[in-house]
């Protein structure tokens, strides 16, 4: 069955053309935004409820007069968005770890030993340095994690130079040592794996002051990754241990460029599989924390937030049966893909 593409592409279409799809504009398709209240309206209206205005209803108002259509239309955008954002995260970390430990495991790799002092020195002088002088500029977490990553990024890059340069006349900074990358990567993903992922969110975001959906996205995404890096690892050393890849490293193929070009490409098909489960996941932790009022602002409308009404008016049966058959068709498409996968 294709309805699943057909779905995920109408919301994505959907999510696009929110702005013009509902707007204050008797022209528009929902001539109202989501954000609009009207306490002096009609409140917990059911479907096809009129306005003062003229304009109608087509799927009633919540507690504070706001239209559930266009309550819709914008938590549709909000669980794109959540969707695709932390998807991208969770590849941006899941991928190289777990490609680079499914590939190489713990006697592939060989870095020199300039390579491996300038990270750690990296990592111990940049993370000291950014507690010392930058965490009192980061304005979020999105910031914080950003000069935390510039601090020890340079830090490690100034250390790799002055070492290679030193590197040329002490030879014991040139010789090769194996890294244990494979029973690192596994090590990380069992330590961000045992704390379960909604109690890690619910911590995190009833610490932050300003509620924000990025922050959302960038829990979700720095908790996600480790299904990803799972899966791919898994899947290379498979791939690994095949005739083609032995008969490209015999004919001189580097390790690196057998990685990325030869072995990683015959992945991707699998790893589709998990990405659609891993968005599906993603839009109901988002619809979950909005149900519970955290971390999600109070004016944002979503899906959950509107179910959350719901239950303080179980009469408006409006406001749970709508966003709750979107979101259950969402995560059912998504799971319809991976089946399909």
Known sequence: MRWAYAYL??????????????????????????????????????????????????????????????????GTRVAVLV??????????????????????????????????????????????????????????????????????GVVAAVSWLLLRAVGRWVTSLRKPVGVPVDRLVVLLIELVSSIPGLVILIAVLSLVRVPSLWLVVLIIGLIGWTSIARFLRAELLRIRELPYIAAARITGVGEWRLLWRHALPNAVGPLVVVAAFFVGSSILAEAMLSFLGVGVPADQVTWGSMLQQSRARPEAWWLAVFPGLLLTLTVLACNRLRREG
């Not at 279409?13 to 008797?26: D, I, K, M, Q």
């Not at 528009?28 to 609009?36: H, L, N, V």
């Not at 799927?59 to 914008?74: E, F, I, N, S």
């Not at 950014?130 to 500029?137: E, H, I, K, M, R």
């Open 83 to 152: 969707g695709a954002g932390s998807l991208v995260l969770a590849l941006l970390i899941g991928v190289p770890l777990g490609a680079v430990a499914g590939f190489f495991g713990d006697g592939g790799m060989h870095l020199p030993r300039a390579g491996l002092i300038a990270l750690m020195l990296g990592a111990l002088v940049g993370s000291a340095y950014f507690w010392g002088s930058l965490v009192g500029l980061a304005e979020g977490p999105v910031h914080w994690l950003t000069f935390w990553v510039c601090s020890v």
């Open 9 to 74: 592409a109408l919301l994505l279409v959907v999510a696009v053309l929110a702005p013009w799809l509902a707007t204050n504009s008797e022209s528009a398709p929902i001539p109202f935004r989501a954000e609009t209240t009207a306490l002096t309206g009609p409140r917990y209206a059911p479907p096809g409820t009129l306005a003062p205005d003229g304009r109608r209803h087509y799927l009633g108002t919540d507690r504070l007069g706001r239209d559930t259509a266009a309550g819709l239309v914008a």
